[in-house]
């Protein structure tokens, strides 16, 4: 399958997907797989702007019911080359909610986008991976054992593993910087860091399970989007979608 015909393909499934939705909040995760297209390495720039992104289709990602009223919109796109994963995600927002100003903070009590990658089925560890709209990250793997989170972080995390990310936010126009349209995260996060969930870079074919979330805090209850549908909160990895590198 070509990568113009995987995306078609997944159109086709975006679009039975919406209209099953609402018949139905949670999707079965058979129907949900985003096929990735593979490129050169690029630069981030927090604006989503290569023309790499071109060959990607957006995904929408659903509210919880109880905030199915608030207009706000969440997409994601992805793509993967030799060298890691590229990640862009588009939020409107109202208002931004972030004050932490270092990594490696608890940022999902805030404004966050955040990356869930399962490559290995064999073993409930997975990759983690948390970005505010200041830009500050949260790269870390979970072991979840029967549903209590054990956490490590990278430990002399040095350049060869390190991600890229930025971010910037969009302003209702140019002259008015105190009203917010919303914000635009994007990362790429290398193979390197994903040592040892992944030891060699996927192939044609290969798939992982996955999950995309956002947090979002105007009001004072949390907002949270979905690619799918976990019951009681994100780390539910038997909930994930695949992603299918293309």
């Keep these: ?6 995306i078609l393909l997944q159109l086709l499934v975006t679009i039975f997907l919406f209209c099953s939705d609402n018949k139905n909040s949670k999707r079965d995760i058979n129907d949900a797989n985003y ?6 390495d690029f630069a981030v720039n927090g604006l989503g702007d290569n023309d790499n992104w071109e060959k990607a289709e957006w995904t929408v990602l659903s509210k919880r019911e ?23 995600f588009y939020c409107q927002d109202h208002m931004i909610t972030a004050t ?23 073993r409930p560890v997975y990759f983690e991976y948390e970005i505010s709209p200041l830009n500050y990250e949260l790269p870390i793997i979970v072991a979840n054992i029967n549903g209590t989170l054990l956490r490590w972080k990278p430990f002399h995390y040095e350049e060869n593993r390190h991600t890229e990310h930025k971010t910037s936010i969009i302003w209702e126009s140019p002259e008015n910087s105190s009203s917010v349209k919303g914000w635009i995260a994007e990362f790429f996060i290398p193979y390197s860091l994903l040592i040892p ?19 979002d805090y105007d009001l004072p209850e949390s907002v949270s989007w979905l690619w799918q549908m976990t019951t009681t909160n994100f780390h539910e990895y038997d909930s994930f979608g695949t992603i299918t590198f293309n």
């Design 197 to 215: 969930l992944v030891n060699t870079p996927p192939e044609k074919g290969d798939s992982w399970r996955a999950n995309f979330y956002r947090l």
């Design 1 to 6: 399958m070509t990568c113009k015909h995987a």
């Design 100 to 122: 932490m100003d270092a990594d490696f903070m608890d940022l999902w009590n805030e404004d966050v986008v955040e990356v869930f990658l399962w490559p290995d089925e064999s």
């Design 66 to 88: 109880q905030f199915k009223d608030i207009p706000l919109e969440t997409k994601v796109k992805m793509l993967y080359s030799d060298l890691g994963l590229y990640f862009l």
């Design 35 to 40: 096929y990735l297209c593979k490129v050169e």
